[in-house]
């Protein structure tokens, strides 16, 4: 090194690093607030969506009763008193909370005025009514305090989502139902507890009744095929790929498609779906069990491309120790390499079955968008799932039904974190080191 | 006169696979073998051997990483296997178990023997084979699981012990002869991988003695140790020579004369001297061979 030809030799290096130290670290500044910038408005974002769907969807996990003292006359359920099933489960009981009713507002004569003050009960009543009898014979001729489900604007009413203000046209309740509601609930006859139903029940066209309790059976039938469908066969692709396959064309050719699938739209999953599993092979429509072959379908490649990168962070190293004591290829991926990987897949099938969960385009292309009040007691039998579920009741009007939608949200958004929080956990669980 | 060397090699090179080792490998002579001779200089037979190496050849695709190297490995010695990196030493090594095999697009020319059978036969079982050529990586590589599950692992896919009472036994032989079994015997159901590097090594080294092997091949086993961790290993070496032959390829030359009876040198794939190692250290025939062990490039 000559000082000659160094043209550094005759600088003063210090000081021009120095001169440009500041300008490095206001660049840094900058970069750091841009970035805090970016976090606050999506946690911004975050926050807001979360509180307008709790706001909007809390007061759905409570329902309001109106306690009624109800006569099991046995002139109306059981006329000829032979206590047969068949004609108990026939009889009129919607005639019993009616003349419970009457009897509370003895002044309401008109029809006009009867069917208002019916209104403020549930249709469903009549239905909770006959299965306590159903469920016990023995109440016929007792009389009874129950609780019957108030119907879903009297719920609302209740909830503050009626404004009293508003002229009377404008109201879901009129003036004299909101008069006898006071009285009601000065006599302590109105009553508000947890709403089991909205979990137990089916869908319904009356919001009151209405639960979530059929698409979440959906869901699950759906998802435990597309899982016990997607992770085995995901797996044993990725293992074959990733271990045995030669470097070939072929393989090239299979990685890039694989690759592409990951990245087609969900619908065209449904398409396929709809063609293959309900055109061709005539599958039932609107079942749990396509739903899941559809989702499993589009499940795959990423299951697949998961699977590969848990397979791929497995040191050689392992391989190599394996290989070299004598192990064949399949003891050493059966012994070594898969108790190792299998972290990695269990966490890349869960974050695979969170989005399979939230999946709703290819449903809908396989008719799983129907309206079905019984809740699915096998995945054959048509059902909805919880997205297809919070799609249709976010069409409906009614106040309740919004609040519903926003419940179902809630529901889903916990499905997923736990979903989520359960990869975490196992990846920091079964995370070894070597 | 460094630089001078290496401008003979490259220009020389392409020329170096013409010449190839077709004759007869040349008898030491008294003569310096000049530098662009790339015949093996030196007896590559020993009187008892275990393994026999002719005319190999490995590509990696089109690169040609070992050629036309003949060597004898002798039963119940140390061969070290030197020369600057990228030589070509453990393509060499894992030429010896076939653990080539398993990286695409190599492949391997020429006949290699143990015991008179060849290893590339195809009728010949290649988990049998490495069950016979044991290895022991450059860097330790235990499998995370407990100390005993280390050593068990072999006899275990081999099916060689016979009850849980003869593979306790076995395990504890094994950890016993790889001098690990008074640091270890209180906690054989902890991870081999919380080791220290020398301990882990020397694990690595009872696992692979675990399946009674007859060949012990070694890639710089020591090279991610500490001095005091070597030495133990190459103790370790010493005790081992007397029932196995051990072929170790190594950077450090004083390692090499320390453990080993026989030594190869090899440069860009060529098989340049092979010798008795003190003959090779005090009296190297060819120029490279010279160069490399006086430390004047490598
Ligand atoms: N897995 C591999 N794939 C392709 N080329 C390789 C591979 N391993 C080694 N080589 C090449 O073979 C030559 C010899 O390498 P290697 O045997 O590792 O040398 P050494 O162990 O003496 O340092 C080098 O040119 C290297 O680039
Ligand atoms: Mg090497």
Redesign the interface.
């Given at each position: 090194m000559n000082n000659n030809t160094n043209p550094l030799a005759r600088k003063d290096t210090t000081a021009i690093v120095r001169a440009g130290l500041q300008r490095r670290y206001a660049a840094e500044k900058r970069f750091k607030w841009y970035g805090l910038t970016a976090i606050s408005i999506a946690l911004l974002a975050v926050v807001l969506l979360f509180a307008d769907i709790l706001i909007k969807g809390l007061p759905t996990f409570w329902q309001t009763d109106i306690r009624l003292e109800i006569d099991f006359a046995p002139q109306i359920i059981d006329p000829d008193g032979r206590r047969n099933p068949d004609d108990l489960s026939l009889a009129d009981y919607s005639a019993l909370w009616k003349k419970s009713l009457r009897q509370l507002f003895p002044e309401v004569e008109s029809r006009e005025e009867l069917r208002s003050l019916y209104a403020l009960i549930s249709s469903g009543s009549s239905l909770q009514l006959r299965d306590r009898v159903m469920a016990n014979p023995a109440l016929i001729g007792v009389t009874q305090n129950v609780d019957l489900l108030a119907d879903d604007t009297v719920d609302t009413f209740f909830k503050g989502g009626v404004d009293r203000e508003l002229p009377e046209a404008q109201r879901p309740l009129k003036d004299d139902q909101i008069a006898w509601l006071d009285k009601l609930k000065a006599e302590g006859k109105m009553e508000t507890r947890f709403n089991t139903g909205f979990f137990t029940n089916g869908d319904s066209r009356e919001a009151e009744q209405a639960g979530i309790g059929g698409a979440l059976v959906g869901s699950i039938f759906t998802l435990l095929i597309t899982l016990s469908l997607s992770f085995p066969i995901g797996v044993a692709a990725a293992i074959y790929l990733e271990e045995f396959a030669p470097y070939n064309r072929w393989t090239d050719i299979i990685e890039v498609n694989i690759n592409n699938l990951a990245a087609v739209p969900s619908i065209v999953f449904g398409l396929l779906g709809l063609a293959v599993f309900i055109n061709f092979m005539h599958l039932p429509r609107s079942a749990p069990l396509v739903g899941g072959l559809v989702l499993a379908l589009m499940n795959l490649p990423i299951m697949i491309i998961a699977s590969r990168a848990a397979l791929k962070s497995v040191p050689p190293s392992i391989r190599e120790a394996a290989l070299g004591m004598g192990a064949s290829k399949l003891q050493m991926v059966a012994h070594h390499v898969l108790p190792l990987a299998m972290p990695g897949m269990l966490t890349g099938s869960i974050l695979a079955m969170a989005h399979a969960l939230g999946e709703s385009a290819p449903l809908l292309m396989i008719g799983m968008i129907a309206f079905i009040v019984d809740i699915p007691t096998s995945p054959f039998k048509p059902a909805t799932v919880l997205p297809v579920q919070i799609y249709l009741w976010s069409t409906l009007p009614e106040r309740a039904f919004v609040q519903r939608t926003s419940a179902a949200i809630i529901l889903l958004l916990l499905f997923l974190a736990v979903m989520n929080a359960t990869a975490i956990i196992l990846r920091k669980r079964l995370e070894r080191r070597w | 006169m460094n630089t001078t060397a290496t401008t003979i090699n490259s220009a020389t090179h392409q020329g170096t696979l013409i010449v190839a080792q077709a004759e007869a490998p040349l008898k030491t002579g008294p003569r310096v073998i000049d530098y662009n001779d790339r015949r093996t200089v030196g007896d590559i037979t020993v009187p008892d051997p275990k393994m026999v190496c002719r005319d190999v050849n490995v590509y990696y695709g089109e690169n040609h990483a070992i050629k036309t190297v003949s060597i004898d490995i002798g039963n119940r010695q140390v061969t070290s296997l030197i020369g600057p990196s990228g030589c070509g030493k453990s393509t060499f090594l894992r030429c010896l178990?076939r653990?080539n095999d398993?990286i695409?697009?190599c492949r391997v020319t020429g006949e290699i023997t143990i015991d008179k059978e060849n290893i590339y036969d195809k009728n010949l079982d290649v988990?049998?084979?490495?069950?016979r050529v044991?290895?022991v990586?450059q860097?330790p590589?235990?499998?995370?699981k407990s100390i005993f599950e280390n050593i068990a692992?072999?006899p275990h896919?081999?099916g060689l012990a016979a009850n849980k009472r003869e593979l306790g036994e076995l395990v504890e032989t094994c950890l016993i002869k790889a001098g690990l079994w008074e640091e270890v015997k209180d906690r054989l159901e902890e991870a081999g991988?919380g080791l220290s590097g020398g301990q882990q090594q020397r694990l690595?080294i009872a696992?692979?003695i675990s399946?009674n092997p007859e060949v012990i091949l070694m890639d710089e086993p020591c090279s991610a140790l500490d001095p005091i961790a070597t030495a133990r290993i190459e103790e370790l070496m010493d005790e081992l020579r007397e029932n196995y032959a051990i072929v170790i390829v190594t950077h450090s030359m004083q390692q090499a004369a320390r453990v080993s009876q026989r030594t190869a040198y090899f440069h860009l794939g060529d098989l340049i001297e092979v010798g008795d190692t003190e003959q090779i250290f005090t009296n190297p025939q060819h120029r490279l061979t010279e160069d490399y062990i006086t430390g004047r490039f490598g």
């Open positions: - | 178990n653990m398993t695409p697009g988990v049998q084979l490495r069950a044991g290895m990586f860097k590589n235990p499998f995370p692992y072999g896919i081999h991988t690595c696992r692979a399946v």
